[in-house]
């Protein structure tokens, strides 16, 4: 076992009666990394993660967590550990106060460090106007930034989040996300799960997971390097009939109907093509003449963003070639 | 555990009694439950007793009639309720409901008991209600025994007397027959169901899953939890002991220590119970369903509504294994016989392997997962 790696993941998987949720999934996370698990609702990050915690049992595959096997160590593991489930899961009938305390004593902080502990997260996540108050009335964002406190009580190496920003407001989700990398400066090692794929750009390393198994992994940049093979290039034509046969010698990933034009119109409509380019500037010449030869007007190309979800959707529809 | 921290166990205990005074539903259930149900029973069987009121035929007239008609009237649990002018008049009455029994004093009865003939008093009873109908056959026989007595010594005649005799007496209340059930009632659905839902709601609501993430361990999770509806419901206990005591003027002719004793014993298991019933049951309603559940055979057969005994052979092999019957006969014998603990080895005995039972299976099959 490499000390290096934080989590050692090798074909995991969970059966649930006759669904599968996790389908032989492998996965190396690095100490000192922020990793994530990207990918739909459904995908298995969450039956992951808690066979990763050693909440559930696997139906088989191995895991090993700084070096402790799952489940069977997990009294090891829960001591470096901090965790944050999907859904809110702290008492509701206590204050913000009472349920950092509670947590601190179960990890056996002394009375006066608890109370210093306490204060220090109160200010760091900015909730100490809010210390007495019941956790049940929290705003959803407030109700995040607590279970992050009590994740963060016993000052864990790792910290396990299970879609930490759902539900939540994009300048909130980002807010976190300083939280997150302020904290991860500090070497705390970070695995994180979210389907929203912007926010996954914030990770040093991703994994696209979908239908429980690992589809593509690496760099949010590597990945869009690897997944694509080149750049991507936006186009915009109008024109009638199919502006992607014209461009047969390239590959091309999205196509939708722009403007106000709507098919019917006289002109034909305007349609935003992305196209896949094997290196941008010399090929956008050779496509604008190609669609004009055609018979289209190019209105615009350029090369443009690749987001995660570019890379998603194209991970999943080539699924297995990729992967 | 490092110094100055508060152990893991007293930290639940904590967090359990603070979520206790903040949750209504709860409150309701330790503080006014025992409260009312010690008023209603007060109120129903603390009074005089009632009297059954029956339908008098008297076809003699004469002056032997007369006197069986006052000697029901100086009866303590019989009165006569209404006349009738025949057998068939009162045979309706008694049908529909009008009185539970009619007493037909025939023509001639005085006379035939003058010359020194035998005679017959017909008694039409209501069945439909056993135990009324065998209070009411009681009284007519003690009412015929009486009056017996009074024509025997007129007339110079023999008779056999009885006199009764009481040990435990001279006469044991209903308030008193019944302070121990009640008592067990309440010691019984209030803790079972109020804690029945210590596990299952964090696991509803999901708060479950963050606390096994912590180094809490199975037996922290159990035992702070058991000791905090402890120290709830052990008001509980004490309001009914104190209700009986001292308002209803319940005398306890043993040691009040010994009474606490058991009744602690007895609690302990109940809340070991319902602890069992939190760690099976997947929801809150299922929860509160088998603790309301489990408490009907308790109650059927725990001999505080019928004597076991009586009923038949299984009844009694039933009781045996109810707690709430050894409870029950430990706490009549220790209030109104006087009796020690040990004299009372085998229900003690008893009440402590189930306190023992209930409080071991909880945490030996609670699981720290989620699934």
């Keep these: 076992m490499d000390p290096s790696l934080a989590v050692e993941i090798t074909g995991l998987r969970k059966v649930f009666g006759t669904f599968v949720a996790v389908d032989g999934l492998d996965l190396r996370i690095k100490k000192g990394e922020i990793y994530g698990l990207l990918g739909p609702n459904g995908a298995g990050k969450t039956t992951t993660i808690r066979m990763i915690c050693g909440l559930m049992a696997p139906t088989s595959g191995e895991i090993l967590v700084w070096g402790y096997r799952m489940p069977m160590e997990r009294d090891a593991l829960i001591r470096i550990t901090g965790y944050m489930a999907q ?7 206590l204050t913000v106060k009472e349920n950092l305390e509670f947590y601190g004593r179960l990890y056996g902080i002394p009375r006066k460090e608890l109370a210093e502990r306490v204060s220090e997260l109160l200010s760091f996540l900015t909730l100490e106007e809010f210390s007495g108050r019941l956790a049940g009335r929290l705003s959803g964002g407030m109700k995040q930034r607590l279970a992050l406190g009590v994740a963060l009580i016993h000052r864990p190496r790792l910290l396990i989040l299970d879609e930490p920003t759902a539900g939540v407001d994009p300048p909130i989700r980002r807010m976190f996300w300083e939280y997150l990398r302020g ?91 992305r196209v896949l380019a094997q290196d941008a500037p010399r090929e956008i010449p050779a496509m604008i003449s190609a669609l004009e030869r055609a018979g289209f007007t190019v209105l615009s190309a350029s090369p443009t963003y690749v987001t995660l979800e570019d890379v998603f959707i194209s991970v999943v529809e080539g699924a297995g070639r990729v992967a | ?35 009312v149900v010690m008023l209603l029973f007060g109120i129903g069987y603390g009074g005089s007793t009632g009297k059954v009121g029956i339908v008098i035929v008297d076809m003699d007239g004469g002056q032997m009639g007369t006197a069986l008609v006052s000697a029901i009237s100086e009866t303590p649990t019989v009165s006569v309720k209404a006349n009738a002018h025949s057998i068939e008049e009162a045979r309706t009455m008694v049908s529909k409901g009008v009185a539970p029994a009619a007493l037909i ?95 299952c ?30 120290i709830a419901t052990i008001a509980d206990m004490l309001i009914t002991l104190f209700v009986a005591i001292n308002v209803f003027g319940v005398v306890i002719r043993g040691s009040i220590f010994d009474l606490l004793l058991i009744s602690t014993v007895y609690l302990l298991g109940s809340l070991g119970l319902g602890m069992l019933i939190s760690v099976l049951s997947r ?89």
């Design chain 1, 87 to 93: 859904k809110f899961s702290l008492y509701e009938d």
């Design chain 2, 283 to 371: 929801n809150q309603l299922q929860a509160n369903q088998a603790a309301i559940f489990i408490f009907i055979p308790f109650l059927l057969f725990c001999g505080g509504l019928a004597p076991v005994e009586l009923l038949s052979p299984q009844a009694a092999a039933i009781a045996n294994v109810n707690p709430m019957y050894h409870f029950i006969m430990a706490f009549r014998s220790i209030m109104i016989k006087g009796y020690g603990i040990p004299q009372l080895l085998q229900p003690v005995a008893a009440l402590l392997v189930y306190m023992g039972a209930m409080m071991s299976i909880a945490p030996a099959i609670l699981k720290l997962r989620v699934e």
């Design chain 2, 201 to 230: 709601r964090e696991k509803e609501k999901g708060t479950f899953e963050q606390l096994i993430m912590s180094p809490v361990g199975r037996l922290d999770i159990i035992f702070g939890k058991l000791a905090a509806y402890f």
């Design chain 1, 183 to 273: 904290l991860n400066k500090e070497s705390v090692t970070i695995l994180v799960t979210t389907h929203y794929m912007d926010e996954a750009e914030n990770c040093d390393r991703i994994a696209l997971v979908n239908r429980g198994r690992v589809v593509a992994e690496g760099t949010p940049r590597d990945l869009k390097r690897r997944v694509f093979g080149g750049d991507l290039v936006e186009v915009t034509v109008r024109g009638r009939g199919d502006p992607a046969s014209a461009l047969s010698f390239c590959r091309v990933i999205d196509r939708q109907v722009a403007g106000e034009g709507g098919p019917d119109c006289a002109l034909g409509s305007a349609v935003k093509l």
């Design chain 2, 105 to 199: 004093i025939p023509e001639g009865f005085t006379s035939s008991l003058l010359s020194g003939s035998p005679v017959r008093v017909l008694v039409i009873i209501d069945e439909s209600s056993p135990t009324l109908a065998s209070t009411v056959k009681d009284s007519m026989l003690a009412v015929t025994y009486n009056f017996q007595q009074e024509f025997a010594r007129q007339v110079h005649g023999p008779s056999v007397e009885l006199i009764y005799n009481s040990v435990y007496g001279p006469t044991v209340t209903n308030l008193e027959a019944f302070t121990p059930f009640v008592i067990a009632l309440v010691l019984q659905l209030v803790p079972t169901t109020l804690i029945s839902i210590a596990i």
């Design chain 2, 1 to 35: 555990m490092p110094e100055g921290a508060t152990p893991k166990v007293m930290a639940v205990v904590r967090k359990e009694l603070i979520q206790l005074t903040r949750d209504p539903r709860s409150l309701v259930m330790i503080a006014l439950i025992p409260l």
